[in-house]
């Protein structure tokens, strides 16, 4: 065995996952936020154009939000039940510009989830198989061919909303779902005041602006292909 070779490949690999890790799920531009919002309703794909807006306005990963069943929603939050560690089970507020919106979707729903008509039926057994497929399919049609924008990238998307509003960082850990590494406030602190997190939520904003197109680089109208 030539170890000197197989430590350099090594170390080559785990060089080569790290930059991939760092460039990965990168934020959206807010213009390109709403581009997905127009592309989604334009495609008419069951819960897309809503499970994108949920996203932009939450920041909860893909399987929170299709998990979310009637019961885990009040007159202002969504109870996140499921997620990859412990702190990812939280209470979090609903925005006021998708209050309305949660309300339809509570009212018109058949099958006891916020978002009706997924189905787990597949090989994850998530909700999510199926709507992801298909926003791989919208996204690589506006442009984006990389894996470097996911619909992880609203997650980040509205941690780079809260950061740009200079939104406290110990809080938005808290509302992402995020384990925190500060020893006094992870260890010893209790839960955020409830108007604490409903002010944090409310600072993220996307002032509507014409849609972006990727593919084209076009600023005026939006393209779908």
């Known amino acids: 065995i030539d170890a000197p070779r197989l430590m350099k490949r090594k170390a080559n690999t785990r060089r080569n996952r790290e930059e991939a890790h760092k460039d990965a799920n990168l934020p959206y531009s807010i213009p390109e936020c709403w581009a997905f919002v127009d592309a989604a309703e334009k495609d008419g794909y069951n819960m897309l154009q ?75 057994i998530k909700r999510s198989g199926a709507i992801s497929k298909k926003f791989g399919h919208l996204i690589r049609g506006m442009g984006f061919k990389n894996r470097k924008h996911t619909f992880h ?32 406030y ?3 602190a209790g839960e955020a005041d409830w108007d604490n997190k409903v002010e944090l939520t409310e600072l993220v904003k996307y002032p509507r602006e014409v849609a972006f197109c990727r593919k084209h680089g076009n600023t005026k109208k939006l393209c779908v292909v």
């Open 50 to 124: 809503e499970l994108i807006l949920l996203a932009m306005y939450t920041g909860c990963r893909i399987e929170e939000l299709c998990a979310l069943k009637l019961t885990d929603v009040g007159a202002d939050y969504f109870q996140i039940q499921v997620g990859k560690t412990e702190a990812s089970t939280r209470r979090i507020p609903i925005h006021s510009e998708i209050k309305q919106m949660v309300e339809r979707l509570v009212q018109n729903s058949k099958d006891g989830y916020l978002l009706n008509g997924l189905s787990a039926d597949n090989a994850l």
């Open 153 to 184: 990238s609203f997650r980040a998307t509205f941690i780079t909303r809260l950061m740009n509003a200079k939104a406290d960082k110990t809080l938005t850990k808290k509302l992402v779902g995020h384990k925190g590494t500060d020893i006094t």
């Open 186 to 188: 992870h260890l010893c």
